[in-house]
């Protein structure tokens, strides 16, 4: 990660303050069913998205990809020392132009499939993750805060991690408001 990657990453998270993440399970009660339906999934939201937008066609925008400091919360879930350099890329997932979801991944780099992610472009993780046969998805944890790397605003977000053989990932979704709005989905 160069200098200037990384002084943009500190101000964006001092900008937001850390990300504060609740277990499903506490956030439920305050969550609409519409959204628990969202939130809650366990399978593939590349493929949720892209049915419920039809027949817009659905696009990933690869907003970065490096090399980098897990922030404190992400090497806390993926149980890491704060600070250690991991993979790491934010995109929008839109449908037609509009984004309805930014993610944030971030992976440690041992047992990284280099290869395989290296390549992804603009096509989702999730499109590669769901096609391993022994993949495991940890609990879902939730937030009321932003994404902190992109300005679109949104009423939940949700993060799991997800492990493959020797590789683990954590997969961080911000629900946008245009997707809520697209969707006709409450505000929570």
Same mark, same amino acid.
């Given at each position: ?5 990384a002084?943009?990453?500190? +101000? ?7 990300v504060?993440?609740?277990?499903l399970?506490a ?8 959204w +628990? %339906?969202w939130?809650g999934? !366990?399978?593939?939201?590349?493929? %949720?998205?892209?049915e419920?937008?039809r027949?817009?066609?659905? !696009? ?5 990809q +490096?090399t980098? &400091?897990?922030? =404190? ?10 600070? %250690?350099?991991a993979?790491? !890329?934010?995109?929008?997932l ?6 309805? #979801?930014?993610a944030?991944?971030v ?5 990284l499939? &280099?290869h395989?992610l290296?390549?992804?472009g603009?096509?989702?993780l999730?499109?590669?993750?769901f =096609?391993?046969?022994?993949?495991? !998805? ?5 937030? +009321?805060?932003?994404?902190?790397? *992109? ?7 949700r993060?799991?991690?997800? *492990? *493959? ?5 954590? #997969? ?5 408001? &245009?997707? &809520? ?6 505000? %929570?």
């Open positions: 990660m160069d200098r200037e990657s002084v943009s990453d500190s +101000r964006s998270h001092a900008k937001h303050g850390p504060r993440w609740l277990p399970a956030i439920r009660p305050a969550m609409s069913p519409a +628990r %339906r939130v999934s !366990r399978d593939s939201l590349t493929l %949720r998205l892209t419920a937008g027949p817009r066609p659905f !696009r990933v925008h690869l907003i970065d +490096r980098g &400091a897990l922030r =404190r919360d992400e090497a806390q879930a993926l149980g890491l020392p704060t600070g %250690r350099q993979w790491q !890329r934010e995109v929008a839109c449908l037609g132009e509009t984004p309805w #979801v930014v944030r991944s992976a440690p780099l041992e047992g499939p &280099a395989d290296a390549h992804l603009e096509r989702s999730g499109s590669w993750l =096609r391993q046969p022994d993949l495991e !998805r940890g609990e879902i944890e939730v937030t +009321r805060d932003p994404a902190g790397f *992109h300005e679109a605003h949104g009423p939940w977000g993060r799991s991690v997800f *492990h *493959h053989g020797g590789f683990r990932v954590l #997969v961080q979704e911000w629900f946008l408001d &245009a997707m &809520a709005d697209d969707l006709g989905l409450p505000s %929570r």
